[in-house]
């Protein structure tokens, strides 16, 4: 059933205001994704507290030329176009995605938009291989903390070797 121009109306004011809040956009094809599939995308998805809208193409290009995203080539992307928005973390609607898209063939990715600039679909898979904010963080701090340990551990074999010269000393003495 057609929707109404209030419909309509309210969809784009809908999509703009999560494009314009989005840390990260995902566009998805999804011809061809299994109704149980499609439950099971949007499962994944709500638990990484991710948006996910399906929309007609035109309101989406409406509502992306309102938040002033003009280069994003909708025209260029086939088929029924799926959108996930992530407000948290730059990287997790394309991991996410392209984890759930090994699983079900049919879900393709198409393209995205990241901090206000496109990225094409080769370039959302490569962002999908980043590890995620917190892994970095954890690099981050065992980074710091590395030439600390790696000082604390010398010193400590020094006193270690000089112990057991000690002991071989006092072993030989007695």
Do not use: C, H
Not at 9 to 32: C, H, M, P, R, Y
């Amino acid at each position: 059933m057609p929707k109404s121009r209030a419909q309509k109306k309210e969809t784009i004011e809908s999509l703009q205001k999560k494009f314009t809040e989005a840390k990260a956009v995902v566009f998805t094809n999804f011809d061809g994704l299994s109704v149980k599939n499609a439950d099971a995308l949007r499962a994944a998805l709500r638990s990484a507290s991710i948006d996910y809208t399906v929309a007609k193409r035109k309101l989406v290009s409406i509502a992306l030329t309102q938040a002033d995203l003009k280069d994003v080539p909708l025209s260029d992307m086939k088929g029924g176009i799926g959108v996930a928005f992530g407000y948290e973390d730059e990287v997790a609607p394309a991991k996410t995605l392209a984890t759930f898209a090994k699983k079900a063939e049919a879900l393709k990715l198409v393209g995205g938009i990241v901090n206000g600039a496109y990225l094409d679909a080769s370039a959302i898979k490569q962002l999908a291989t980043l590890p995620s904010k917190e892994e970095l963080l954890v690099k981050l701090l065992w980074l710091i903390q590395y030439p600390t340990t790696g000082f604390v551990n010398v010193l400590a074999g020094s006193l270690r070797k000089f112990l057991y010269a000690l002991t071989a000393i006092k072993d030989s003495k007695v």
